[in-house]
T-cell receptor, first 114, second 114 residues
Framework: AQSVTQLGSHVSVSEGALVLLRCNYSSSVPPYLFWYVQYPNQGLQLLLKYTSAATLVKGINGFEAEFKKSETSFHLTKPSAHMSDAAEYFCAVSDGTGGFKTIFGAGTRLFVKA | DVKVTQSSRYLVKRTGEKVFLECVQDMDHENMFWYRQDPGLGLRLIYFSYDVKMKEKGDIPEGYSVSREKKERFSLILESASTNQTSMYLC?????????????FGPGTRLTVL
């Protein structure tokens, strides 16, 4: 069975500081891994995804994530936080069968301080 | 640009009312999903559909039903709304195959049941 754990329901950083949002997964098959972002009062938007090509994945708005199979991790980073990055971020894992078995983490809310 | 729309952004209903939430996608996607989002619980799958008139239960189908009469439209029905169904409801769609299980989300409907 697949599962996703996001460490920390809330993360607070200062503007210009490094953003690190942690995600660990378990999957019995090679997974697809996703980060989605949800801005206030909006639906989820794809930030980036890992599909077994490059282990370092670059997404929109300067975010990137690295797939580490040995650590079963897919942490999201951004070198320099911007106020507009304040949002909720969801890590998700899927088994490639069409999305029916996509499992979402509980979410991490990112606060950015001026 | 891909588009998933939901009929209402905010909805207030009374206990016992029948509630319809509508979702329309313009991407010719085979798969459509209804999720419920609650703080600290992430997204939980209520129902999904992989074709017209086809539906499958997700993780929390109790108290809900769905209808998919046309490929582009997927409706969520609360037969008799209860206060514990107050939540954010998100609709999503995806291709049956070939897009690495990426889901595209609507803006959400925030439902309050009084």
């Amino acid at each position: 069975a697949q599962s996703v754990t996001q460490l920390g329901s809330h993360v607070s950083v200062s503007e210009g500081a490094l953003v690190l949002l942690r995600c660990n997964y378990s999957s019995s098959v090679p997974p697809y891994l996703f980060w989605y972002v949800q801005y206030p009062n909006q639906g989820l938007q794809l930030l980036l995804k890992y599909t077994s090509a490059a282990t370092l994945v670059k997404g929109i708005n300067g975010f990137e994530a690295e797939f580490k199979k040995s650590e079963t991790s897919f942490h999201l980073t951004k070198p320099s936080a911007h106020m507009s990055d304040a949002a909720e971020y969801f890590c998700a894992v899927s088994d490639g069968t069409g999305g029916f078995k996509t499992i979402f983490g509980a979410g991490t809310r990112l606060f950015v301080k001026a | 640009d891909v588009k998933v729309t939901q009929s209402s952004r905010y909805l207030v209903k009374r206990t016992g009312e029948k509630v319809f939430l509508e979702c329309v996608q313009d991407m010719d996607h085979e798969n459509m999903f209804w999720y419920r989002q609650d703080p600290g619980l992430g997204l939980r799958l209520i129902y999904f559909s992989y074709d017209v008139k086809m539906k499958e239960k997700g993780d929390i189908p109790e108290g809900y039903s769905v209808s998919r009469e046309k490929k582009e439209r997927f409706s969520l029905i609360l037969e008799s709304a209860s206060t514990n169904q107050t939540s954010m409801y998100l609709c999503a769609s995806s291709l049956l195959a070939g897009d690495t299980d990426t889901q595209y989300f609507g803006p959400g409907t925030r439902l309050t049941v009084l």
